[in-house]
């Protein structure tokens, strides 16, 4: 026999407020962005986000210089995720079109606002390469990407989003929010990325709420699965990118690193990118708090490979 049990999500998240807020914080990318550069004599990214500090092989300038290439990549990777929200979001108000104007306004406005992110972002790799004076390469392949999302479940998916917007949260308000050392235009992007994802973290979880609404428990533990399994191929897409940057680095200090070097370099940014893109979202309490009120199984699972990642 499959059991079910009603939805247990517990929130005070409403389509009101959400809607309201994201009217309050609206902006534009031609706001951040016209009339601005970098300033390339700073840091994009704080040490806890790009582990370069502990590279023993590079000096001072080669650190800023692969933290600014890194800065440059973790935009790329949100432009390059965020490419499975827009249509999943779409689906969520195209599914049920009729009823809840309110609902249906939150949602158009959340796929919007995720396509604006995609243009500043896209906007800004471009001006940092013409202000760096190179091209660093960038993982291809984000529809290949998306698509392999989108074969996973509706609750797999939305988890994997939930736990992406609440760790843009964390990268904000605990890494780079008074560091005031790092160059301002980045510090803004990052700014300006949180406060709309603030209002679409509340939203995933209402839409999570909704979706498993009498589902069997099987099928949410299968849903933690296939974030698990999706979190693997995060890892795999990391470790891609983490060898273009140091191939840029490379490129701008005219350097050729031996393996070791590189060895190096490699284990000190992953050890910062798993936290980046995957730790700081499965140990963020409102996605443990989630997970624990949806599954039996999927709190020790998600837990296990934090640990695993964090090692």
């Known amino acids: 026999m499959v059991t079910t049990i009603r939805s247990t999500v517990t929130h005070s998240y409403n389509y009101e407020d959400v809607l309201a807020n994201s009217k309050k914080v609206a902006w534009t990318e031609d706001e951040v962005l016209d009339g601005r550069g970098f300033d390339l004599s700073k840091r994009f990214l704080p040490n806890s986000l790009s582990g370069v500090d502990g590279i023993s092989s590079l000096n001072e300038d080669e650190k800023r210089q692969l933290n600014q290439i890194m800065g440059n990549a973790y935009l790329h990777l949100f432009a390059f995720v965020e490419e499975f929200i827009v249509p999943t979001v ?81 990268h904000y308000t605990e890494h780079v929010l008074d560091k005031t050392e790092l160059d301002g235009l980045f510090r803004d992007l990052l700014k300006h990325h949180w ?62 690193f031996s393996q070791a070097e590189r060895d190096e370099i490699t284990a000190e940014t992953l050890k910062a990118w798993r936290y980046t893109f995957l730790v700081s979202g499965l140990e963020h309490p409102n996605v443990v708090k989630l997970v624990e009120e949806i599954t039996v199984e999927g709190p020790a699972k998600i837990r296990a490979v934090a640990e695993a990642l964090s090692a």
């Open 90 to 170: 779409t689906e969520a108000w195209v599914d049920a079109p009729y009823g809840d104007e309110v609902r249906q306004r939150s949602l158009v406005r959340f796929s919007e606002e995720e396509l604006k992110h995609q243009a500043l972002f896209r906007r800004s790799i471009a001006l940092f390469n013409e202000q760096f004076g190179a091209t660093p390469p960038l993982i291809p392949g984000r529809e290949e990407v998306a698509a392999v999302v989108r074969s996973k479940s509706k609750l797999g998916v939305l988890l994997l989003i939930d736990i992406i917007e609440w760790f843009v949260q964390v």
């Open 195 to 256: 406060l709309d994802e603030a209002q679409h973290a509340k939203i995933d979880t209402m839409l999570i709420a909704e979706t498993v609404e009498g589902m069997p428990m099987a099928d949410r533990e299968a849903a933690i699965d296939e974030v698990i399994e999706l979190g693997g191929a995060i890892d795999g897409l990391l470790q891609q990118q983490i060898a273009m940057n140091i191939d840029a680095l490379e490129t701008v200090t005219g350097r050729a």
